[in-house]
């Protein structure tokens, strides 16, 4: 059975899709503001692919201000794509579903609370924010 209904399915698919593209925006904005040479040589490659293959190198390029939009970003992308195969919805972890109320707060969320918990608190011992 679907964690979640066809409906439900079409919207975070809508919403997901126009966060995409806010976060593209805006990444092409700041872009366009740094004076970094290496910057100015991915602008044009960077707005012309769908696939946005340049996100890990542009973090490297260690640009604050698209870092941030870069990894949520690629959590956006990562949503549609379990979106397409069927996953979304579904926990990574425990297989179980993600509830609603979760997914509507966080459209991007791979794990249920329990799971992302208990990651949290791995990471959280180990050092990790």
């Known amino acids: 059975m679907d964690p979640i209904s066809d409906p439900q399915r079409d919207e975070r698919r809508e ?18 503001k740094s004076d970094d040479p290496r910057v100015a040589g991915f602008l044009n490659h960077f707005a012309e692919t769908e ?13 604050q201000t698209v870092t941030r939009d870069v990894a949520e970003l690629s ?32 459209p991007t969320a791979e794990r249920c609370i329990a799971c992302q918990e208990k990651v949290e608190r791995r990471a959280a011992r180990m050092g990790h924010p």
């Open 51 to 63: 696939a946005w293959v340049l996100a890990d190198i542009l973090a490297d390029l260690d640009v």
């Open 15 to 32: 919403r997901l899709t126009r966060r995409r593209g806010e976060l593209r925006a805006e990444i092409q904005r700041e872009l366009e």
């Open 75 to 106: 959590e956006v992308e990562a949503a549609l794509v379990r979106l397409e195969d069927g996953s979304y919805g579904t926990c990574a972890d425990c297989g179980e579903p993600i509830g609603w109320p979760r997914l509507n707060a966080q």
